[in-house]
């Protein structure tokens, strides 16, 4: 098993940043992808940004040149570095890990991006 936590949503004006954390424990061992989806009111849960293994991260194109994702391995954490936040970027992120065959979820943190 394992669990996710994250942190780091709040409410923040158009233009602005925000960093979210993912801390991971448990069997962090089987993981071998981690990243974020977030869903919006009315709408699907969608892929924002993941990484598996070695390879090069993974970025929904509404995101990219704006969101970076990175990963602490000493520390079982990732990150997601968030700029030049638009409204529809509101929604719950979901930090999310796979440990094939099992997927795992956090509770979600809200990210709300006044205009």
């Known amino acids: 098993q394992v669990q996710l936590v994250e942190s780091g949503g709040g409410l923040v004006q158009a233009g602005g940043s925000l960093r979210l954390s993912c801390a991971a424990s448990?069997?962090?061992?089987?993981?071998?992808?981690i990243g974020w989806y977030r869903q919006a009111p009315g709408k699907q849960r969608e892929l924002v940004a993941f990484?598996?293994?070695?390879?090069?991260?993974v970025y929904a194109d509404s995101v990219k040149g704006r969101f970076t994702i990175s990963r602490d391995n000493a520390k079982n954490a990732v990150y997601l570095q968030m700029n030049s936040l638009k409204p529809e970027d509101t929604a719950v992120y979901y930090c999310?890990?796979?440990?094939?065959?099992?997927?795992?979820w956090g509770q979600g943190t809200q990210v709300t991006v006044s205009s």
């Open positions: 999310n890990a796979n440990g094939s065959p099992y997927v795992y």
């Open positions: 448990g069997s962090t061992f089987s993981i071998n992808g």
């Open positions: 990484i598996r293994g070695g390879s090069r991260p």
